[in-house]
């Protein structure tokens, strides 16, 4: 049984007295102890699907089961008994660290509020996550402001472990950080990752940091997903238009970055843009004339490689 199935998942928001959807009929699983990034464009609705899973944004329609539970459509109430199975690290901690609690606050009321009595046990957890996160057990005593970057969000992720998750969702955990600090995070998710037994997904705007990351690459673009496939397929043999623009711009050994025809970070397609026809023929450099009448489904091009693009 997969940790997590989502299936046809849609989430909408409404612009201008009209429903948009963010998130448009988007399948995927993550097997226990697997890496599944998720790419994309800001704006393609990456976040917003990380958001759905977790429950902080209701769907419109679809399926998420967690280990075989459908939470989906369970109030903010009954997901409170599932909650501490998912967590999330956010991009920026410090806007989710209430700034005036000290560390063992923070790390703490989780832990009482999903009904762990122990005084002493509760301790004990917390002086186990905050050192397996670097940090000292003097830290405990401070308030977030007294923290770097890169320590702030070594507490988001303690804060995330606390409740000993089956599932963490990582959204852009290090894209606000330097890139020294970058990599001591990601070898610390992934050295927490193999301790704890841990599933990621692990949304980033930036191919280079998921392909390092994950097991798996999820490609996202207008809602939808369009490109499924382990990181090596990946990398060596992208099907669609879209992933390759993206690799494009990411600078390899011996291969200095090349700019792409048209920046893959210019314009995100709008979810409005759907219409019929392929949402990525207005910048697909491929583009025939059945794409602007035929909407690509998400299919099999490979053994565990999907694509959305007749041309795949
Ligand atoms: Fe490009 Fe057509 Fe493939 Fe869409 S279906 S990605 S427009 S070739």
């Known amino acids: 049984m997969s940790l997590l199935s989502v299936e046809e998942l849609h989430t909408s928001y409404v612009s201008k007295h009209r429903a948009v959807a963010a998130v448009d009929g988007v399948s995927f699983d993550i097997q226990r102890g697997e890496t599944v990034g998720l790419v994309g464009e800001s704006g393609c609705g990456k976040s917003t699907l990380g958001k759905t899973i977790l429950r902080l944004l209701n769907p419109s329609s679809g399926s998420i089961r967690l280990a075989g539970t459908e939470i989906a459509d369970l109030s903010q109430r009954g997901m409170m008994r599932h909650r501490h199975r998912i967590q999330m690290v956010f991009q920026d901690p410090f806007a989710s660290l209430n700034p005036r609690q000290t ?13 762990l009595r122990d005084r002493r046990e509760r301790q004990q957890r917390i002086t186990d996550i905050v050192t397996r996160v670097g940090l000292s057990p003097d830290a405990l005593r ?5 923290f770097s970057g890169g320590q702030r969000q070594r ?19 290090v894209s606000a950080l330097d890139l020294s600090i970058q990599a001591q995070i990601l070898n610390l998710l992934a050295d927490l990752k193999r301790d704890l037994s841990l599933s990621y997904l692990f949304i980033s705007h930036d191919l280079a940091v998921v392909q390092y990351f994950a097991d798996r690459v999820l490609v996202m673009f207008g809602g939808r997903i369009v490109e499924s496939a382990d990181h090596h397929a990946l990398w060596h043999t992208p099907r669609h238009p879209y992933t390759k623009i993206l690799l494009q711009a990411v600078p390899r050994a011996n291969h200095p970055r090349r700019e792409p025809a048209e920046p893959a970070t210019a314009r995100a397609a709008a979810p409005t843009e ?18 602007a009448t035929e909407d690509p489904t998400l299919r099999r091009v490979a053994a565990n490689h999907l694509a959305a693009c007749h041309l795949a």
């Not at 923070?106 to 832990?111: A, E, K, R, S, W």
């Not at 507490?155 to 955990?173: K, S, W």
């Not at 759907?274 to 794409?291: D, E, Q, W, Y």
Request: with cysteine; proline share 9%; aromatic share 6%.
């Open 274 to 291: 759907s219409g019929t026809g392929c949402r990525f023929r207005h910048r697909c450099p491929a583009a025939i004339a059945r794409c």
């Open 155 to 173: 507490i988001g992720i303690a804060r995330a472990l606390i409740l000993r998750p089956d599932l963490v969702v990582c959204d852009e955990p």
């Open 142 to 146: 401070l308030y977030p402001h007294e």
């Open 103 to 115: 560390i063992y606050r923070l790390l703490d009321t989780p832990l009482r509020v999903h009904g």
